[in-house]
């Protein structure tokens, strides 16, 4: 059950957008529409900041230098619009973090691709042009950045795509219930879907899914009874303002 619980929280700290790399952003939803990219700015509602700057510059090198690659694949709802904004907080392991994802743009030039940006505190912002109509399981991301907030964005790598398909599975000796739930209150908005409860070595793990949910959808987990991840934002505002300092023709 440890190892399903680690492989869990791992998922969900990583905006269960990455495959290995670090990031920051946010995100929400509702119908579809949105403009292009804009010079919009990190504002006073953009929370950038978190690592030290020491930290961030040494990231944003590691991106640019092709030392550290951006996920070819990020999870994405199936309503995606651009406004939507995503929060969830975190406390695994005793360090509280928090992971802001946004979808900051429709980009331009395609029918199905949007820019979403996610900060997860550590002082830089990673973006990518995901295509939402992408084949389920398939790599979804066509191009990517990295920056701090409030400045221009510099494009880095997308990993080359791995197929998974036929690795081999830990052995799992334990007991996994499902449930549905309805009406869960979080973030001033109500949700329904589904609870998975995981029992196992004397570990419980939950984990609620909403239906209603953006990105990852998953709105909360408890580990023994602790809450280790809750949706602490989430909100929807046609007139985003981006956290990185977009060119008019970046995604032209």
Request: charged share 25%.
């Amino acid at each position: 059950m440890q190892k399903t619980f680690v492989m869990l929280a791992a998922l969900l700290i990583a905006g269960l957008a990455f495959v290995g790399c670090k990031s920051s952003g946010s995100g929400e939803t509702d119908n579809g529409s949105g403009g292009a990219c804009g010079e919009s700015a990190c504002g006073g509602s953009c929370n950038g900041g978190g690592g030290s700057t020491d930290m961030a510059d040494m990231m944003i090198k590691m991106y640019t230098e092709g030392q550290q690659k951006a996920s070819p694949f990020v999870v994405l709802h199936e309503f995606v619009s651009v406004g939507q904004y995503w929060e969830v907080t975190s406390s695994f392991g005793g360090q509280k973090s928090v992971n802001k994802w946004q979808v900051a743009a429709k980009a331009e030039g395609t029918k199905s691709e949007f820019i979403v940006e996610n900060d997860m505190g550590q002082g830089y912002i990673l973006a990518y042009q995901v295509d939402a109509w992408a084949e389920q399981g398939k790599p979804n991301v066509k191009r990517a950045w990295i920056g701090k907030p409030g400045e221009e964005p510099q494009e880095i790598e997308v990993m080359d795509w791995k197929d998974t398909n036929g690795g081999t599975t830990p052995e799992f000796n334990g007991i996994v219930l499902k449930e549905d739930f309805k009406g869960v209150e979080l973030a001033g908005k109500k949700f329904d879907g589904e609870l998975v409860i995981v029992k196992s070595d004397g570990n419980t793990t939950k984990t609620w899914t909403a239906e209603n949910g953006w990105f990852s959808k998953v709105i909360k987990m408890e580990m023994n009874g602790d809450v280790v991840m809750e949706l602490t934002g989430v909100s929807f505002d046609e007139k985003v303002e981006a956290w990185l300092k977009w060119k008019p023709d970046e995604k032209k």
